[in-house]
């Protein structure tokens, strides 16, 4: 597949790289209709955060579940699903309190910019959309994967009623 890889700061390029597989029973494999550049994309850009020379980048997107690990329920191939940021089980106590982004077994897409992403926790993380949505409505599905969630963690920290 392709996908963006970042050698170091500025240093950002497109190249060949093996399609990622399951490596947790609790796995999905997305092929990617989209993606987007977060913020924290733009920190190891600029040399603010270290990074793996080589490395694909990338973590909010939208596409078509490929594959799913042994343990995954809710989810099967064909379904249009949004990927959030951060990766949760929903069972654990930090979960169970809402407090998702401090999941025990939290984890992150893995190339996430690319042709196909690993996402871990797909049970508990993967959004299903009804059907296959129209191109049209990408960019508003991408608002979804992080932009929205942050700005509902910081209206509820801020106590906005």
């Known amino acids: 597949m392709r996908g963006v890889i970042m050698y170091g700061p500025g ?32 920190w190891p850009y600029r040399g603010e955060n ?21 343990e995954v329920r809710d989810f099967a191939p064909g379904d249009f699903v949004i990927v ?3 990766h949760c089980d929903n069972t654990c106590p930090h979960c169970l309190a ?8 939290a984890s992150m897409t893995s190339s996430g ?3 196909y992403a690993r996402v871990g926790q797909a ?12 191109r049209d409505l990408y960019p508003s599905l991408l608002a979804l994967t992080d932009v929205m969630a942050t700005g509902w963690h910081a209206a509820v920290s801020a106590g906005v009623r």
Do not use: K, M, Y
Request: hydrophobic fraction near 35%; include cysteine; proline fraction near 5%.
């Open 11 to 42: 240093d950002v390029r497109v190249e060949e790289r093996d399609d990622p597989t399951i490596v947790d029973p609790t796995d999905a494999i997305i092929r990617l209709a989209a993606t987007c550049i977060c913020g924290s994309d733009l």
């Open 84 to 86: 959030p940021f951060c």
């Open 50 to 70: 270290a990074i793996t020379a080589g490395d694909t980048i990338g973590h909010e997107c939208i596409g078509v579940v490929e594959e799913v690990g042994a």
């Open 123 to 134: 049970d508990g993380s993967l959004v299903r959309t009804d059907g296959v949505p129209d």
């Open 113 to 115: 910019q690319a042709e």
């Open 98 to 105: 809402g407090v998702q982004s401090a999941c025990a077994r």
